[in-house]
């Protein structure tokens, strides 16, 4: 099991930027998948970056460029640096961590919500 804290969502203008945090309350070294959704109103959850087992990154089409997804197993946090931020990016972001056993389970974390606009 593992518990989930974001934190860094706000309120910004068209251009601007945040970052995301994501605490684990375990080591995130051997988890197989970690990274972030989001959820816009009326919308379904989508994947917008993450972390695979074997180092593979993969991130939506629509942020690429723009978004970058980081790690430090050290201190148990991901992050989600977002620039270059479009209205079209207001959602509440959730942090995930997918773990592999003899059952596959994700957990979430409560979200933050990221809000552009002019």
């Known amino acids: 099991q593992v518990q989930l804290v974001e934190s860094g969502g706000g309120s910004v203008q068209p251009g601007g930027s945040l970052r995301l945090s994501c605490a684990a309350s375990?080591?995130?070294?051997?988890?197989?998948?970690m990274g972030w959704y989001r959820q816009a109103p009326g919308k379904q959850r989508e994947s917008v970056a993450n972390?695979?087992?074997?180092?593979?990154?993969n991130y939506a089409d629509s942020v690429k460029g723009r978004f970058t997804i980081s790690r430090d197993n050290a201190k148990n946090m991901v992050y989600l640096q977002m620039n270059s931020l479009k209205p079209e990016d207001t959602a509440i972001y959730y942090c995930?961590?997918?773990?592999?056993?003899?059952?596959?389970?994700?957990?979430w974390g409560q979200g933050t919500q990221v809000t552009v606009s002019s």
């Open positions: 375990r080591s995130i070294f051997s988890i197989y998948a």
């Open positions: 995930n961590a997918r773990i592999i056993g003899v059952v596959t389970q994700d957990y």
């Open positions: 972390f695979m087992s074997g180092g593979i990154t």
